[in-house]
Each structure stands twice: as structure tokens, then as C-alpha cells.
């Protein structure tokens, strides 16, 4: 079983942090998120990988390589251009191999999780989507009837909303609704979701972030550390 890394993003709303690096070569308690993403992988017994490059894309071919000091096989797709997480796919076609018949796993560059990917594999559907809580980016006053306040509750999460997680496992069937140009959340997703290919997997308990933001950094680094989650 082969997983996708999508790493070939700009990361602008990172700068000026990403002005020198790729966002995936960002560092969360010391450690580029590239790294977290391949060790959490192997933790679930997904050891080899094509990461589909672009910006700044010799940072991660030099620190990555190939795999081997990480255990595991590392092969590269790159854009020569941005093609968007949908083109970027197709464009990783080739390296998937024969893997490609029984599936793989694709994640978004910008993740931290601890969440098990092979559930995804549920035998129901070729492919399937990680879906997590919908996070409250405020904290919320908690009222009774008479507007009294009850309770304060710091970012909580919202149990009946859930948020995709850039955490994906596909069939082979996808490339055929895959761009050769464009972001598969706006192209072939849509599609796929009306044909009933997709399936939803939720996660209610398991660790996640989007590293969108410096503010998201110092987060996710917070609770880590105070969890040991993933460490």
C-alpha cells in the first residue's frame, strides 16, 4: 500500500515563513511536518510513499530523499507548474504503480493527525474521505434558559458538523474524474460525491490539525507537547 503526499502547495497565508521553504518543510516542535506525516504513516504499516512536489520542492527532495533514513521508499512527482491537489494526483499516476488496482492513501501536506487511515479502507466503497468535528475557532458561553451563563468552553468541538480532513484512501476509479488542472475538493470530488463513490469515515476522538496559520503552529505544537500525541 502506497500513500500520496500532496506537497507541492504555496503556502501563502504562512509567510513569510514559507518565503525560503515549502510549507510541509515547516516545523512543528522542531520537526518539518513532512516528517510527521511519513512516521505516521509507517506507524500504520504505509512505508512507501510519492510525494508530488513543486514550490521550492529541493528542500523536501533533500531532506526526504529516499526514504531511507526513515525506513521507508520514497518516489517524487513534480509540477513544473502548480496544477492544483486535483492535477497534482493525476500527475502522480505513473509512480502508483500496480498499487494503484487495490488503492491508496492520499493526504494534504498541511496535516497532523493521529487518526488510523487503513479504517478508511471499509470494503463498502473504492474510496472514502476522514471526516473530524467541526472545531469552534472561538470559545463559546454555554446559557440556560434565562440567559444566565452556565459555563465557558474554549474552542470546543461541534458534534453534528463535520469537516473533511485531508485524509483520503482512492481506488483506481478516480482518474477518471481527476483534472489535469485544478483542486480535486472543487473538480472531481463533486462528481464523485454525486455518483455515490465517496464515502464519509468519521473520527470523533482522533488528534487533528490543518497547519494553516503561525497561530495554528503554536497550537498544534501546545498539544502535542501537553498530550504526547504523536510523539
Known amino acids: 500500500m502506497k500513500a500520496v503526499i500532496l506537497a507541492g502547495g504555496l503556502g501563502k497565508r504562512l509567510r513569510p ?3 525560503e521553504r515549502p510549507k510541509p518543510m515547516i516545523e512543528v516542535l ?6 510527521w506525516q511519513v512516521k505516521w504513516f509507517k506507524k500504520f ?5 510519492v510525494i508530488c512536489v513543486g514550490y521550492l520542492k529541493e528542500h523536501i527532495i533533500d531532506y526526504i530523499g529516499s526514504g531511507n533514513k526513515f525506513g521507508v521508499k ?3 512527482a513534480v509540477e513544473e507548474e502548480p496544477l492544483g491537489t486535483g492535477g497534482a494526483l493525476k500527475n502522480a499516476r505513473s509512480l502508483l504503480g500496480g498499487t494503484e488496482s487495490e488503492g491508496f492513501f492520499m493526504v494534504n501536506g498541511d496535516i497532523l493527525t493521529d487518526l ?10 473504492s474510496s472514502a474521505i476522514a471526516v473530524v468535528p467541526l472545531r469552534s475557532p472561538y470559545g463559546v458561553i454555554e446559557l440556560d434558559a434565562s440567559s444566565n451563563i452556565t459555563g465557558f468552553v474554549e ?3 461541534i458534534k453534528d458538523r463535520w469537516i473533511n480532513a485531508g485524509v483520503y484512501y482512492f481506488g483506481s476509479e478516480v482518474f477518471s474524474y481527476l483534472p489535469d488542472s485544478g483542486n480535486l475538493e472543487v473538480t472531481a470530488l463533486p462528481v464523485m460525491i454525486k455518483d455515490r463513490k465517496v464515502k ?3 473520527y470523533e476522538k482522533s488528534f487533528w490539525r490543518s497547519i494553516d496559520s503561525h497561530k495554528d503552529i503554536e497550537e498544534a505544537s501546545r498539544e502535542i507537547k501537553s498530550s504526547r500525541l504523536l510523539l
Open 155 to 157: 474552542k470546543p468541538q
Open 45 to 49: 504499516g504505509i512505508d512507501e510513499f
Open 17 to 19: 515563513l514559507t518565503d
Open 30 to 35: 522542531n520537526q518539518p511536518i513532512i516528517e
Open 74 to 76: 520514497v518516489g517524487y
Open 200 to 202: 464519509a469515515i468519521r
Open 116 to 125: 488510523d487511515p487503513n479504517i478508511l479502507q471499509d470494503g463498502m466503497t
